[in-house]
């Protein structure tokens, strides 16, 4: 078995550092959204955490927690670098060939940014000289459903639990929605409750809002089954002097939560040429767009504090709240949830990369490879009015940002093989330049006479734009590494590495560090 263990490859075998591989044919047979799924279980000494969010990051952590800083891996897809987590979502999992972990000092001939570990992921490519191209369609679908729940209390319980929690502190029994007496009595409806009907100053009115029988079970009314459609086409073919591999993904993934979801496509394109029997050259170009809709969180925490008492919606229609004695200050969850449907997240995503390999001499060869990465994303959030609420929002916000990330990579390494009687020598030098690059606004402004997306341009607002960040940076890393691996007699394995980093993120003396192991 040929493993792939960072700017070159070793048999299982000759590998001395602890080095974990996914056995990919194994993962792929369950439905992986993430290519993070991949590694859930699979890898001794890897966490991965998702939030349950459509789309969301993963959070992968290798050998624990070793910084209170940033604790992610780095990862390197087709020789693209980077620590971002979420280009895993940018990968369709059907087009991944070999996934392998590197840790402690098989993680070192990468330098400072493998702390974390590593996370090396490399695609598909075809194979030379194949009699006819090979073409393959998969999809499935699927229902995602949130499971133990936790049991609300019903409205008769919830009086009975203020009225006794009220006589435990020797206070006066009494509750302005559930009377006075020996045990509380569940209204039929929401005792003088009101909504807002003008802004501006503020003014309520009356509302009538019905108690439902059973009382309102908030976590049934945010949750929801939430179908999953992928569809995953490829194609694949070579013949003497080339080979290619081109793929396609469409994932369509709502949420377990009202109104969320994801949504992407994926397509990929590798390929690699024999420009002569002793040199080669191809690319890896992946390019992504996501659309995340992922609501809010605080309609969880809202579902777990909101009175069973309140109805969804008033009899009018329109969404009940808090806008009622003895109801709390809490929001409606379905409110919110609904209110955030049109909020978004967007990535577009290309990167990949293009090589040059020759063999110089038997033993000896040299390969150059510039890989990129080209981002950006954009978020809208619109904090729509709340009149059933019980403490108002005075006007509604828009909040807009763009977030653009660039990066490139330049990598140039000699290997040199050697086999002499019981000995064996493979040795690797190389010289890295890796600059990465971000910029980025956010802007708000409220007063919008429309609550509807066609209007949600920060030009519709009558308040004051406010700039409520804005950023330029970048950094550069300069390196020089090599690492060699002995064996004798195909016993005894030693691997020693070595490697300098020069970031312009530090100055002085501290600019530099040398980073070896031996193993």
Same mark, same amino acid.
């Given at each position: #078995?040929?493993? =792939? $263990? &960072? ?5 299982? *075998?000759?590998?001395?550092? /602890?080095?974990?591989? !996914? ?16 590694? #859930?279980?699979? =890898? $001794? &000494? ?5 939030? *349950?969010?459509?789309?969301? /990051?993963?959070?992968? !952590? ?240 809202m579902a777990y504090r909101f009175t069973p008492l309140v109805p969804v919606f008033d009899d009018e229609g329109d969404f009940a709240g808090s806008g009622g004695p ?194």
């Amino acid at each position: #078995e040929v493993v =792939v $263990t &960072g700017y070159t490859s070793q048999t299982r *075998g000759d590998i001395t550092g /602890s080095v974990a591989s !996914v056995d990919i044919s194994e993962a792929v047979k369950v439905p992986l959204v993430n290519a993070a799924e991949a590694l #859930e279980g699979r =890898v $001794t &000494g890897v966490s991965v955490t998702n939030s *349950g969010t459509p789309g969301s /990051s993963p959070k992968i !952590v290798i050998r624990g927690f070793g910084t209170s800083n940033n604790t992610n891996p780095l990862y390197i897809i087709d020789g693209v670098q980077t620590d971002n987590p979420s280009i895993l979502n940018s990968i369709n999992p059907g087009d991944i060939d070999q996934m392998n972990v590197l840790k402690d000092g098989a993680a070192a001939i990468y330098g400072a940014r493998a702390s974390n570990g590593v996370v090396i992921i490399t695609t598909k490519s075809g194979s030379y000289n194949q009699t006819e191209p090979t073409v393959t369609f998969n999809a499935y679908t699927g229902i995602s459903r949130a499971t133990n729940i936790p049991d609300l209390l019903n409205p008769q319980q919830h009086g009975d639990m203020i009225f006794q929690s009220l006589a435990n502190d020797g206070a006066s029994v009494e509750h302005p929605q559930y009377g006075s007496g020996p045990s509380a009595v569940v209204p039929a409806t929401v005792q003088d409750y009101t909504r807002v009907v003008s802004y501006d100053p503020i003014v309520r009115a009356p509302r009538t809002a019905t108690v439902n029988p059973n009382g309102t079970d908030w976590f049934e009314e945010i949750t929801q089954n939430a179908p999953t459609q992928n569809f995953d086409l490829s194609i694949s073919n070579g013949n003497e002097t080339g080979k290619y591999f081109l793929s396609a993904n469409y994932l369509n993934r709502e949420g377990i939560m009202n109104d969320t979801g994801f949504k992407q496509g994926v397509t990929r394109l590798n390929s690699e040429f024999k420009i002569s029997d002793k040199i080669r050259i191809g690319e890896h170009l992946n390019a992504s767009f996501s659309r995340q809709a992922e609501g809010t969180l605080e309609a969880i925490g809202m579902a777990y504090r909101f009175t069973p008492l309140v109805p969804v919606f008033d009899d009018e229609g329109d969404f009940a709240g808090s806008g009622g004695p003895g109801l709390s200050n809490t929001r409606n969850p379905v409110a919110l949830l609904s209110r955030a449907k049109d909020n978004y997240n967007k990535i577009f995503r290309v990167f990949g990369d293009v090589y040059l390999e020759a063999e110089l001499y038997e033993g000896l060869s040299v390969r150059t490879t510039f890989s990129g990465n080209v981002e950006t994303f954009s978020q809208r959030r619109f904090q729509a009015l709340d009149p059933e609420f019980i403490e108002p929002l005075s006007t509604n916000t828009l909040f807009e940002q763009d977030i653009n990330n660039y990066s490139w990579t330049w990598t140039n390494i000699a290997t040199y093989t050697k086999s002499f009687g019981d000995h064996s020598l493979d040795a690797l030098a190389g010289v890295e330049a890796v600059e990465e690059n971000s910029n980025g606004k956010g802007i708000s402004r409220n007063g919008f006479l429309f609550e509807t997306p066609d209007f949600y341009l920060l030009s519709n607002g009558s308040g004051t734009p406010n700039v409520d960040f804005a950023y330029d940076g970048g950094n550069t890393l300069f390196s020089i590494f090599g690492t060699a691996n002995y064996s004798y007699q195909g016993k005894y394995f030693a691997t020693v590495t070595v490697r300098n980093d020069k970031s312009s993120r530090f100055l002085g003396d501290n600019q530099s560090q040398t980073f070896p192991s031996f193993s």
